[in-house]
């Protein structure tokens, strides 16, 4: 089952925007991107709130966003997350499949 985890990272000054350009820069999106059972990882701007950028991070299953969350990426997105003052509201969402 496919897991989808929204994550909006909210900031001043826009440093949720440089958070992210940041993230794309450095290489870390492409080294997530690459990882084993990553099947989406983009950011959005929500067009009423310039201070917020959104996350859409999806992954093949549980033990794979489980290793991604175990991964040394970890603390480079953390630390960066630091570095631009961001704040974080997470969601997660399962997909459901019918048989």
Same mark, same amino acid.
Request: glycine share 6%.
């Given at each position: 089952?496919?897991? =989808? ?6 900031? =001043?000054?826009?440093?949720? @925007?440089?958070?992210? %350009? ?7 999106? &492409?080294?997530? *991107?690459? #990882?084993?059972?990553? !099947? @989406? ?9 310039? #201070? =917020?950028?959104? !996350?859409?991070? %999806?992954?093949?299953? %549980? &033990? ?5 969350? +175990?991964?040394?990426?970890?603390? %480079?997105?953390?630390?960066? @997350?630091?570095?631009?003052? !961001?704040?974080? *509201?997470?969601? +997660?969402?399962? &997909?459901? =499949? +019918? &048989?």
């Amino acid at each position: 089952m496919a897991f =989808t985890v929204n994550i909006y990272y909210t900031g =001043t000054g826009g440093n949720a @925007r440089k958070f992210a %350009e940041e993230m794309k820069t450095s290489g870390l999106v &492409e080294r997530i *991107r690459a #990882e084993q059972g990553n !099947l @989406r990882y983009e950011y959005f701007l929500p067009m009423d709130d310039p #201070e =917020t950028v959104l !996350l859409i991070d %999806e992954w093949k299953s %549980e &033990e794979a966003l489980d290793f991604h969350h +175990k991964s040394p990426m970890m603390s %480079e997105i953390a630390a960066l @997350r630091e570095k631009y003052h !961001l704040k974080m *509201r997470v969601q +997660k969402f399962q &997909e459901m =499949t +019918k &048989e």
